[in-house]
Nanobody, 114 residues
Framework: QVQFAESGGGLVQSGGSLRLSCVAS????????MGWYRQAPGKQREFLAG???????NYPDSVKGRFTISRDNAKNTVYLQMKSLKPEDTAVYYC????????WGQGTQVTVSS
């Protein structure tokens, strides 16, 4: 069974930083592209960052330079380092296999105060 367990969210002031973690299980992690996504209340889920099994990354322009995705294949874990956070970054953050139709995890709440 594919599972994702996100952690590391919390309340942070505008301009602050957070590092999110996601432990994945139920599939061959080191051969799988992983992504981070977020969903704010009343909005659609948004792609934030992707990383291939070999470590090639991609980001939308909206977060490029502020968010960094990385992975530790030995720990089946993907990370999202976020800096210069803004109130509009407030959302529930999720990790997921890129392009897969798995169920989503619980996510981790990130709240950025102004």
């Amino acid at each position: 069974q594919v599972q994702f367990a996100e952690s590391g969210g919390g309340l942070v002031q505008s301009g602050g930083s957070l590092r999110l973690s996601c432990v994945a299980s139920g599939f061959v992690f080191d051969m799988t592209a992983m992504g981070w996504y977020r969903q704010a209340p009343g909005k659609q889920r948004e792609f934030l960052a992707g990383i291939t099994g070999g470590g090639i990354t991609n980001y939308p322009d909206s977060v490029k330079g502020r968010f960094t995705i990385s992975r530790d294949n030995a720990k089946n874990t993907v990370y999202l380092q976020m800096k210069s956070l803004k109130p509009e970054d407030t959302a529930v953050y999720y990790c997921h296999r890129v392009g897969a139709y798995d169920s989503w995890g619980q996510g981790t709440q990130v709240t950025v105060s102004s």
